[in-house]
């Protein structure tokens, strides 16, 4: 693995980042199997994992996948909403529409 300074802020931000995936639970399967991936991939002088930067790698495309989609949600939670109707989407931007044209109210009929 990476440095091990960088590998502990990766670990801890990617348990952060799966404790607000799973809310419910004190710890989840993916937590788990985060821990358990961390302890096999340890760089010692008797067993060295996969290239030393892949592990790492793999970990910080989890996290930045974690990261934004929680963000997405957020985001989507905040802006998604009813269709609004042409009347209060120009008055959101402040302009008014003309008013419509009733035939039955125009004096000039009578």
Same mark, same amino acid.
């Given at each position: 693995?990476?440095?091990?300074?960088?590998?502990?802020?990766? #670990?801890?931000? $990617? !348990?952060?980042? *799966?404790?607000?995936?799973?809310?419910?639970?004190?710890?989840?399967?993916? %937590?788990?199997?985060?821990?358990?991936?961390?302890?096999?991939?340890?760089?010692?002088?008797?067993?060295?994992?996969?290239?030393?930067?892949?592990?790492?790698?793999?970990?910080?495309? #989890?996290?930045? $996948? !974690?990261?934004? *989609?929680?963000?997405?949600?957020?985001?989507?939670?905040?802006?998604?909403? %009813?269709?609004?109707?042409?009347?209060?989407?120009?008055?959101?931007?402040?302009?008014?529409?003309?008013?419509?044209?009733?035939?039955?109210?125009?004096?000039?009929?009578?």
């Amino acid at each position: 693995m990476a440095a091990p300074s960088r590998s502990i802020s990766l #670990y801890r931000n $990617l !348990l952060k980042e *799966l404790k607000h995936v799973y809310k419910d639970k004190t710890e989840s399967p993916a %937590q788990i199997f985060v821990k358990d991936q961390f302890r096999n991939f340890q760089v010692t002088t008797e067993k060295v994992c996969r290239g030393r930067n892949e592990v790492y790698h793999t970990g910080e495309t #989890y996290l930045c $996948l !974690l990261q934004n *989609l929680r963000k997405y949600e957020e985001l989507h939670a905040q802006y998604h909403s %009813q269709e609004r109707s042409v009347e209060s989407s120009a008055n959101l931007v402040g302009l008014k529409l003309p008013k419509t044209y009733n035939p039955d109210s125009n004096p000039s009929n009578k």
